[in-house]
Every structure is written in structure tokens, then in C-alpha cells.
């Protein structure tokens, strides 16, 4: 089946530091979506994103589908960025099952 | 708009009994999902309705049954529960395959 890797596993930054979590995948996908879990768990949409770049605050992700990764970029990092990273792809012949990669762990520390 | 409610939030069971999971939209989405997250891992799809009268099975259905009970309202049953069940369950919605998804805020099932 596919394979959707996340890197890194766990981030650490200080705020006001920039950093990039990318989500690579193993077949061709229809679309793929960012999302974050708060530390109280609540998962929020950032990005449905098949391909190109979307911007959202400080917030701003790429996908190169022909490529097979995707790229989320966080800028001026707030304490209320933490929580994790979950990237979501929709396979090709799969119409409804998103397929979830494991997370990228980010503290932003004050 | 309260997007996507789950109701419990929490939930405690003991080996072999049943229950039933809460799950309505007000987005008139036409498709409806069940994941469950564990520790360590990822969403794990359980079962999804695609739209009003149907549904189907995902990654990991066994010991579960789904009821798409109108466009709106979504349940999860487990009937007989076992400490494997034991999870962080979600429910969530999207308007179709290629539409974003919208999560409910989990329930937090231990089963003992």
C-alpha cells in the first residue's frame, strides 16, 4: 500500500523561528490535506491542497504531485503553533480513504 | 454553526458491553467518516457513508457497525467492546472524495 512518510518526527523551535515540515508519498494521489491537532486534540483543516501553493497567514504549503511531496511552511512561529502535523493523501483509486501519515511533533517554546 | 458534534466526550466501558457513538453535522455535507486514533500512530479509517443510504468499510471495521440515520447524523456502535477498542474516536465530514474534512472534537473511549 502507500506509504506516507513525515519529517521530522519531532520539531522543537523557539518563537519567531521559521520552519518547514514536508510529507512525502508513495503513489500518485487526487488530493492531500494538512492538518493540525491542537494539545487538547482537536483536529483543524489548515490546507486541502492537491497541488500548487496556498497561502494562510503564516501559514503556507506546496504540493508537487509530480513529485510525490508536499511542504508546509511555518513562519514567525507562535506558542499556539504546537501540537502536531498530519499530512492526509487520497489515493488515485480510492475515493474515500484518506490515508494519514504518522505526524511531525512541534513545541514552540516562548 | 456548530460544524461537527460528537457526543460523548468521554466514555468508560467494561470488557463486553455496548454502545453507541454521537455524530451529526450542519454543514449539509453528503459524506460522513469514523477514525480512530491511537498513541503513536496516525487516523485509521474505521468506516465512512458517502452519502444519505450508504456506507462502507475502511481500514480497520471489525468490531464495529455504522448507521447513516439521515444526511445529517452518523452513528458508531460498538456492540461486544474489548480493551483493543480502547481509543480517541472521530467523526468527521467532508461535501464529497475531493472536498476538505472537517473534524468533531473526539471521544476518548476506555474500555476495561
Known amino acids: 500500500g502507500i506509504q506516507v512518510e513525515q519529517s521530522p518526527p519531532d520539531l522543537i523551535l523557539q518563537e519567531g523561528a521559521n520552519s518547514t515540515l514536508r510529507c512525502n508519498f508513495s503513489?500518485?494521489?487526487?488530493?492531500l490535506q494538512w492538518f493540525h491537532q491542537n494539545p487538547w486534540g482537536q483536529l483543524i483543516n489548515l490546507f486541502y491542497?492537491?497541488?500548487g501553493t496556498k497561502q494562510n497567514g503564516r501559514l503556507s504549503a506546496t504540493t508537487v504531485a509530480t513529485e510525490r511531496y508536499s511542504l508546509l511552511y511555518i513562519s514567525s512561529s507562535q506558542t499556539t503553533d504546537s501540537g502536531v502535523y498530519f499530512c492526509?493523501?487520497?489515493?488515485?483509486?480510492?475515493?474515500?480513504?484518506?490515508?494519514f501519515g504518522s505526524g511531525t511533533r512541534l513545541l514552540v517554546r516562548p | 454553526n456548530a460544524g461537527v458534534t460528537q457526543t460523548p466526550k468521554f466514555q468508560v466501558l467494561k470488557t463486553g458491553q455496548s454502545m453507541t457513538l454521537q455524530c451529526a453535522q450542519d454543514?449539509?455535507?453528503?459524506?460522513m467518516y469514523w477514525y480512530r486514533q491511537d498513541p503513536g500512530m496516525g487516523l485509521r479509517l474505521i468506516y465512512y457513508s458517502a452519502s444519505e443510504g450508504t456506507t462502507d468499510k475502511g481500514e480497520v471495521p471489525n468490531g464495529y457497525n455504522v448507521s447513516r440515520l439521515n444526511k445529517r447524523e452518523f452513528s458508531l456502535r460498538l456492540e461486544s467492546a474489548a480493551p483493543s477498542q480502547t481509543s480517541v474516536y472521530f467523526c468527521?465530514?467532508?461535501?464529497?472524495?475531493?472536498?476538505?474534512?472537517?473534524f468533531g472534537n473526539g471521544t476518548r473511549l476506555t474500555v476495561t
Open positions: 468527521a465530514s467532508s461535501r464529497g472524495s475531493n472536498s476538505p474534512l472537517h
Open positions: 492526509a493523501v487520497l489515493l488515485m483509486d480510492s475515493s474515500y480513504k484518506l490515508i
Open positions: 491542497i492537491p497541488s
Open positions: 454543514m449539509n455535507h453528503n459524506s
Open positions: 503513489d500518485s494521489v487526487n488530493n
